[in-house]
């Protein structure tokens, strides 16, 4: 018996040993952070049977940035010299959670005649056979600066992605929103697509077309709805479980530990959004500044792991690292806090 029951625990945990880590004995957890380098404001998706990551570019390291730092022009600030690095994309794929490939350059600012610096906040999602990202680009400060959130478009979720446009999807400051940290979330019981984004403590939502190359009205003739929840700052996120919807953003100020995550449930994906309260904060043992995530559906039925970033313990700034842990429910459907770890998520291959 003691034979049988050896040989039907290695058969379960042989697919997931496999996937995770090649054949070895290795312990099979993701580890936090997940993905080597300075990244920050994570999407993670799921095309297929692969999880993917796409992040922003926080800071160079290794040889770039040593490069960089030759070349930086020492007049401008601090926080600008982080935005002048930020040209391109990389993303990252994984079958399980816990083996990752580097996807570099899959969006650059050369492939946008619009941009120049800034390029942060990717959402990616799949439509009409293609992958779509959506960026925010230039921090405009005002309507008289070009920049704001534009569209590529890719045939495969590695790209490379190129501008589907031309120009900004929204290139201007409405409801006191800068044009920035959009996501964009298919509705599949209507079918409608919508994207929420916003910083500067205001959000909005505009509709899509259904090509999601352009803005179109609300049947009741709006363009952009304001829909801000009490304390909320930048990093929109929208998630439906059970028929409610959930919408998530940060809070804080992203450079210093109290950033953090809060949600509130409504009935629409247009709200009324009214606050719950906080899923995920610093942790005096593991990070500070935990924020700008999104959330994967694993292949359980109930499975969700929270993406994010955080400053590494003596980190701050722009030294952000992304991370994934797991995200529960309780029995009414709240979302219970989440704890950060160092060990981050266990394997968990999708098929």
Sequence with gaps: MKALNTLIASLLIAPCL???????????????????????????????DTYWIYPTLSLLHGEDSVKYRKDIDRTIDAVNQDYRIQTHMDAFSSKDLVNWTKHPEVLSVDDISWAKWALWAPSVIQANDKYYLFFGANDIQDNDQVGGIGVAVADRPEGPFKDAIGKPLIGEIVNGAQPI??????DEDSGEYYMYYGGWSHCNVVRLSPDLT??????????????????????????????????????????????????????????????????????????????????IKGRGDDEYYIVYHRHPLGHGG????????????????????????FSGVPCSPLK
């Design 318 to 341: 722009s030294e952000r690292v992304v991370c994934i842990d797991r995200m529960e429910f309780d029995a009414d459907g709240k979302i219970k806090p989440v704890k950060m770890t």
């Design 181 to 186: 940290d959009q996501f964009v979330y298919h």
């Design 18 to 48: 496999s996937a995770c880590s090649a054949g070895t004995a290795e312990a099979v957890s993701s580890g936090n952070p997940v993905i080597e380098g300075w990244y920050a404001d994570p999407e993670g998706i799921v095309f297929d």
């Design 214 to 295: 352009s803005v179109i009205p609300f049947p009741d003739g709006d363009v952009y709805k304001e829909i801000t929840p009490e304390n909320y700052v930048e990093g929109p996120f929208m998630l439906k479980r059970d028929g409610k919807y959930y919408f998530m953003w940060s809070e804080g100020g992203w450079q210093g530990p109290d950033y953090c995550v809060s949600y509130a449930i409504a009935d629409s994906p247009l709200g009324p959004f009214n606050r719950v309260g906080k899923i995920l904060e610093q942790d005096p043992e593991i990070a500070t500044g935990a924020g700008h995530h999104s959330v």
